[in-house]
Structure formats: structure tokens, C-alpha cells
């Protein structure tokens, strides 16, 4: 009897001791399921950020050079802080490349379209340029907005604010103002394009995704251009023309000064614009014998020109004046006041060079 009773103790002793060690084992088992699924939602919130961050929209930097980029080194310095956050197109003459050979910078080698054409000052071969780049810039569906550069452009700030100032918006930037002064409207475009939606400013825009599938989609608006907006052929040359009866007759219709603003105002999206540029030009009215081209072209900027006076000027400026609207355009980011420019043209190689090495642009670093 007294040997039943230890028997039944010593069972009960190794039962609690088994169940100690089950609870022990299933306490530790289901921590280790609580660790492996935090693990898990970290791992996964990081794949959500790694996504989110390779994500990123990016900014499409579209190029209109002649051959090679001048200014290519100023702008690999910029580019440096970008982060992989945009993307390079440039529209240079039919069959140049941009190899080990024509480019020092990593960021625009082959960056050329494949399918340039041969473009003219004031002729519609301009903006059927700035329409290859952009076909070929929608091909990325993370590129977000599109920003037309020339050859002679830099930058006045580094990227990141850059982007932030471009990408705190949701409209484009394009200058555009009601052209009242006659002399550029070809009343042979009505009915297609009303005068009253007849527009002029600056072809350096920033286009948002949806404007820019606008201008490529475009099958109105550019054909009549083509037609019947082109410049005046200078005195000199008419000697080789037939010479109309009255030449006041002959229209100086510049398209690229012309083309994406009527285009945008035909199409009623100018309430998505911001109607002004990022860069910045200074127009010569004064220098020129010829009164017919004075103002025709921007001023250049060279060696001499270029101090940290300049670039102090250009970005000081707040607002730009509209006189045929009335207007004054106060410059704003994120709702507040800003600069208004982000980039200036035209520099020479030599006056961008002293620019950089004096870092008056901003840091790039």
C-alpha cells in the first residue's frame, strides 16, 4: 500500500514536470512565431519602402543640341545628387552619337534619339524635335514631368531642389501670354486655331505627363503649323524668292515661340498650367541694326559675363510682368514665395566652366 502511494507521487512529480516542459516549449515556440512574424512585417515594410522609393517619379531632362553638349560638365555635377530620380534625352543632328569620343560624362553617353531630324531656327522642324524627345521620354512610365533644355542652359540650384520646386506642383510650367501685337497670327488658320487661342512665350517649358501626351498625340494643331507658321525671310535672301506685293503681309511666325501654349489653350488645360518659365533668358532689344530682328535672340553670356553678381541677379527675381495681359506673375513654391528661375541661358563653355569652379550654382555635391 505504502509503495502504490510513492508509485502514484513520483507520477504525479514527472507529469508536472512534463507539463512544465510543454508550457516551457509552447511558450518559447509561439515567441518564436510573434519574432518570426514582426521579422516579417519589417522585412515586408522595408520592401514596401524599397518599392515605394524605387518608385519615385522621375524628371525627364530633354536636350536640343546641335552636336555635342558644352556644358555636359556643369551638368554631370548636377546630376551627381539625383539619385537616379530622372532621365536623359537629347535631340542632337541626324547620325551624331554620344560615345567615349564626343562625351565626357557618364550620364549622356548613347543618351542621343535614334531618330533625330535636321533642325532650323523658326521652322516647325523645332517643335517636331521637342515631340521625338517627348515620344521617347513617355516610353518610361516613371517619368513625370519633362523639362526642355538647350545646349546653353545650367542649372542655378542643385537637384534636390530642383525636383522638389518642379515636383511640388501638380501643373506644368509654360510661359504663356496673349499674342496681341499681330504680326505672328496667320488668319489661315482659322477655323482650326481661333486667334483668341493664339498664344506666345518661352518653348522652354515644363510639361507635366498628361500635357506632354498632348503635344504627341497632337494631329491638329502641329500640321497647321507646319503650314502656315514659319519665319520671314530676311531682306537678303529674297532676292532668290518670288517677292509678295506687300510684305507686311508675310507672316514672322516663330513655332516654337508659339506652338505647346496654343496647343494647351486649343485644348482648354491652361487653368492646369503654372504660366510662366523656369528659365530664365534675357532678351537683347537694343544692339541689333536690323529693327526687324532686334530681340530675335537672347543675349550670351561669356567668359566676362559670367560673376556671382549674375547669378545673384537672376535669383533674386520674384515676379515677371505680362504687358499684353496686365499681368503679374509672382513666383511661389509650395505656396510660398520663391525664386523664379531654375535654370538661365545662354552660356558659353568658358563662362558655365568659371561658373561651376567659382560654385555659384549651388552645391552639387
Same mark, same amino acid.
Given at each position: 500500500?505504502?509503495?502504490?502511494?510513492?508509485?502514484?507521487?513520483?507520477?504525479?512529480?514527472?507529469?508536472?514536470?512534463?507539463?512544465?516542459?510543454?508550457?516551457?516549449?509552447?511558450?518559447?515556440?509561439?515567441?518564436?512565431?510573434?519574432?518570426?512574424?514582426?521579422?516579417?512585417?519589417?522585412?515586408?515594410?522595408?520592401?514596401?519602402?524599397?518599392?515605394?522609393?524605387?518608385?519615385?517619379?522621375?524628371?525627364?531632362?530633354?536636350?536640343?543640341?546641335?552636336?555635342?553638349?558644352?556644358?555636359?560638365?556643369?551638368?554631370?555635377?548636377?546630376?551627381?545628387?539625383?539619385?537616379?530620380?530622372?532621365?536623359?534625352?537629347?535631340?542632337?543632328?541626324?547620325?551624331?552619337?554620344?560615345?567615349?569620343?564626343?562625351?565626357?560624362?557618364?550620364?549622356?553617353?548613347?543618351?542621343?534619339?535614334?531618330?533625330?531630324?535636321?533642325?532650323?531656327?523658326?521652322?516647325?522642324?523645332?517643335?517636331?524635335?521637342?515631340?521625338? @524627345?517627348?515620344?521617347?521620354? $513617355?516610353?518610361?512610365? &516613371?517619368?513625370? !514631368?519633362? %523639362?526642355?533644355?538647350?545646349?546653353?542652359? =545650367?542649372?542655378?540650384?542643385?537637384?534636390?531642389?530642383?525636383?522638389?520646386?518642379?515636383?511640388?506642383?501638380?501643373?506644368?510650367?509654360?510661359?504663356?501670354?496673349?499674342?496681341?501685337?499681330?504680326?505672328?497670327?496667320?488668319?489661315?488658320?482659322?477655323?482650326?486655331?481661333?486667334?483668341?487661342?493664339?498664344?506666345?512665350?518661352?518653348?522652354?517649358?515644363?510639361?507635366?505627363?498628361?500635357?506632354?501626351?498632348?503635344?504627341?498625340?497632337?494631329?491638329?494643331?502641329?500640321?497647321?503649323?507646319?503650314?502656315?507658321?514659319?519665319?520671314?525671310?530676311?531682306?537678303?535672301?529674297?532676292?532668290?524668292?518670288?517677292?509678295?506685293?506687300?510684305?507686311?503681309?508675310?507672316?514672322?511666325?516663330?513655332?516654337?515661340?508659339?506652338?505647346?501654349?496654343?496647343? @494647351?489653350?486649343?485644348?482648354? $488645360?491652361?487653368?492646369? &498650367?503654372?504660366? !510662366?518659365? %523656369?528659365?530664365?533668358?534675357?532678351?537683347? =532689344?537694343?544692339?541689333?541694326?536690323?529693327?526687324?530682328?532686334?530681340?530675335?535672340?537672347?543675349?550670351?553670356?561669356?567668359?566676362?559675363?559670367?560673376?556671382?553678381?549674375?547669378?545673384?541677379?537672376?535669383?533674386?527675381?520674384?515676379?515677371?510682368?505680362?504687358?499684353?495681359?496686365?499681368?503679374?506673375?509672382?513666383?511661389?513654391?509650395?505656396?510660398?514665395?520663391?525664386?523664379?528661375?531654375?535654370?538661365?541661358?545662354?552660356?558659353?563653355?568658358?563662362?558655365?566652366?568659371?561658373?561651376?569652379?567659382?560654385?555659384?550654382?549651388?552645391?552639387?555635391?
Amino acid at each position: 500500500m505504502k509503495k502504490k502511494v510513492v508509485q502514484q507521487k513520483w507520477k504525479k512529480k514527472v507529469f508536472g514536470l512534463i507539463l512544465v516542459v510543454v508550457l516551457c516549449f509552447g511558450s518559447l515556440l509561439f515567441m518564436q512565431m510573434r519574432y518570426t512574424h514582426v521579422l516579417g512585417l519589417v522585412s515586408l515594410q522595408h520592401q514596401f519602402v524599397s518599392q515605394s522609393q524605387a518608385q519615385k517619379p522621375k524628371i525627364a531632362f530633354l536636350f536640343i543640341a546641335r552636336n555635342r553638349l558644352p556644358l555636359e560638365m556643369v551638368w554631370d555635377a548636377f546630376f551627381r545628387g539625383g539619385d537616379n530620380n530622372f532621365s536623359i534625352f537629347v535631340h542632337p543632328r541626324p547620325g551624331f552619337l554620344l560615345n567615349e569620343a564626343t562625351t565626357r560624362s557618364s550620364y549622356f553617353l548613347n543618351r542621343q534619339v535614334n531618330n533625330s531630324i535636321q533642325v532650323d531656327w523658326g521652322e516647325a522642324s523645332m517643335i517636331e524635335a521637342e515631340r521625338i @524627345l517627348l515620344r521617347h521620354a $513617355l516610353g518610361d512610365p &516613371l517619368n513625370d !514631368r519633362f %523639362v526642355f533644355l538647350s545646349d546653353s542652359c =545650367i542649372p542655378l540650384y542643385n537637384f534636390s531642389y530642383t525636383y522638389d520646386y518642379i515636383m511640388s506642383t501638380p501643373t506644368s510650367f509654360v510661359d504663356s501670354f496673349a499674342d496681341t501685337k499681330g504680326g505672328r497670327y496667320n488668319p489661315k488658320m482659322d477655323p482650326v486655331i481661333p486667334v483668341y487661342n493664339w498664344r506666345k512665350g518661352s518653348q522652354w517649358a515644363v510639361l507635366t505627363r498628361k500635357h506632354a501626351k498632348v503635344v504627341v498625340e497632337d494631329e491638329t494643331v502641329f500640321p497647321m503649323f507646319q503650314k502656315y507658321c514659319k519665319k520671314k525671310p530676311l531682306p537678303e535672301f529674297w532676292r532668290d524668292q518670288i517677292i509678295p506685293a506687300d510684305t507686311s503681309k508675310v507672316h514672322n511666325c516663330i513655332p516654337d515661340e508659339h506652338y505647346v501654349q496654343t496647343l @494647351l489653350a486649343q485644348n482648354d $488645360l491652361e487653368k492646369e &498650367l503654372t504660366r !510662366r518659365s %523656369v528659365t530664365h533668358t534675357a532678351w537683347d =532689344i537694343s544692339n541689333s541694326r536690323d529693327r526687324e530682328r532686334r530681340g530675335w535672340h537672347p543675349v550670351t553670356y561669356k567668359f566676362s559675363d559670367a560673376t556671382p553678381m549674375l547669378i545673384k541677379f537672376i535669383k533674386e527675381i520674384d515676379n515677371i510682368y505680362y504687358e499684353t495681359e496686365y499681368r503679374r506673375e509672382w513666383c511661389t513654391s509650395k505656396g510660398k514665395p520663391s525664386t523664379c528661375f531654375l535654370f538661365a541661358r545662354k552660356f558659353t563653355r568658358t563662362a558655365a566652366l568659371r561658373l561651376l569652379n567659382m560654385s555659384v550654382l549651388g552645391d552639387f555635391s
